[in-house]
Structure formats: C-alpha cells, structure tokens
C-alpha cells in the first residue's frame, strides 16, 4: 500500500539524526549545542498538535547553518516535543494539550542539558519556540549556570519580531496562536499537514485600557498572568491564518535564525 509523504527531514542533522560518530566529529568542531523546546497542543483546527515542536526543529537547524557561515559553528541537538501548559489567559482551546508540571519540565530539561554536558557540550543555547516555556527556561539557565558552571543563553526572538512581522505579513495587526506567522512557518516545513479550509478572522475585543509594558512577558511585555480573566470566545486561533503562506514563513525562519545567531556569535562570538 502507498503511504503519503507527510512531511520532510531537511539538513542539518539534529543531534538525534546523527550517528554517535557522527555526533563525535561535530563535537570537533563545535561544542555549542542549539536546544528548542516545542509542545503537544491544540492550534485550532488548522494545524498539527505538533506545530511548536516542528517550528523548534527547523530553528535549530536553521540557527546553525547561520552560525556556520558567521563562522562560530554549533550543532542543533535536540526540540523537545512536550512543554509547559497554555497560557489560559489568551485562551482556554486545551483539548489535545499534552503538558508538562513546570517542576516536571524545569527538571526534565536540566537532566538533558547535564547529559550534552556529559557528552561534550560545553556552551548551550535556548531557542524558545513555545512561549510558554520561557519563565521555566530562565529558572534552568540560571541554576545551569549557579550549580553546574554551564553557560547558557536563552533567546527568546519575539519581542524583537514584533516591529518586523508587519513589513511582510498580509495583516498588520499582532497574529497570536495560530495565526498567520505561526501557520506559514509550519506550511514551510509541513504543508500536508496544514488545512486552511473554512478559517475566519478572529481578534479579541479591543481594549482600551492601556498601561505603559502591560503585554505578556513573552511578548516583550512586564506581566505575567496565566488563568483566564474573561471568557474565550475565540475559534482556537488569533488572527488571519487563511491568508498565510509558505514563502511568508520562509522569511519568519530567516529572521529568527539570524537574530538568534546574532545574539550568540554577540556573546560567544571571537572577541
């Protein structure tokens, strides 16, 4: 029987792609290893549970090619494919969620990053992909670094994102979950699994409140706020995700990558 070709594995191999030998030549030239940290949950009825996890595995491997050609080569190593819960404050659609306790995730993470460490990494990087992993990644990085002497950044990329998505996205207005940027950065790697059939435009009532840095942290913003504080009208989604394509998300991977790479080759970089 035929089976349909759902989607493609593309070079750079992570570390899981990898032979041990292979991963043994790679530690000869690098010993910085690229870590994402996708999710299990639900992005509406377009895209696949999957979504984060697919995002966090072409970051990497696109972040790597950019610090190859910098000339600071680091080698992707692993996306994890569970992460923290939702934030339930933008929205409450968990059925299909597979999470993780903080304590779980912070703990999990820790054990893999002593295992690179044990293997030869010397240096991690945290590219986040799931937002909502970011506060248990800055907990991790720090006691990496108190306990263990690991230095670690963590690049969190959407703050800087938010003043660029508006030059190349069909909708000027902030996409969250879901929406367009997120669903052409998955149709860039997994168009079969993409479904834009029958997808309306959602945006949450605007608010009229405003104080100065009152966005979500992983935002860019100063607040932290996780249970819902109204009720979630919405269809799974922020946004306009009809209107993505595969070559916006394209342009999503090169401009996370090279501000990832950037802020690595700043900090580790040839002084």
């Known amino acids: ?87 339930q404050f933008e929205r409450s659609h968990l059925f299909g969620n597979v999470c993780l306790s903080q304590k779980t995730f912070i703990a999990m993470v820790t054990d893999l990053c002593l295992s690179l460490v044990k293997n030869g990494f010397e240096r991690l990087v945290f590219c986040v992909n799931h937002a909502e992993n970011v506060a248990a990644l800055h907990v991790i990085a720090k006691d990496l670094a108190d306990i263990h002497n690991v230095p670690v950044i963590v690049a969190d990329w959407v703050p800087p994102m938010n003043d660029e998505w508006p030059k190349f996205l069909k909708n000027a207005k902030h996409q969250g979950h879901a929406g367009e940027d997120e669903t052409a950065c998955v149709m860039a790697v997994a ?18 409140y405003t104080v100065k840095e009152s966005g979500l942290h992983y935002y860019g913003g100063a607040v932290g706020i996780y249970l819902p504080i109204r009720e979630d009208d919405s269809p799974g989604y922020v946004g306009d995700p009809a209107d993505a394509t595969a070559e916006e998300g394209e342009i999503c991977y090169e401009l996370y990558a090279e501000w990832t790479a950037k802020i690595v080759y700043k900090y580790w970089g040839p002084k």
């Open 1 to 87: 029987m035929a089976r349909e070709i759902l989607y493609e594995v593309t070079s750079p191999k992570t570390l899981s792609e990898m032979t041990a030998k292979e991963l043994e030549i790679a530690l000869q030239t690098s010993k910085i290893g690229l870590m994402s940290f996708g999710a299990t949950e639900n992005h509406s009825t377009h895209l696949p549970l999957c979504a984060d996890t697919l995002q966090g595995v072409e970051l990497i491997k696109r972040t790597a090619a950019k610090l190859t050609e910098m000339g600071l080569p680091a080698v992707p190593t692993i996306c994890t494919p569970y992460g923290v819960q939702s934030n």
């Open 191 to 208: 168009p079969n699994l993409v479904n834009l059939d029958g997808l309306g435009s959602y945006y949450p009532p605007e608010d009229h």
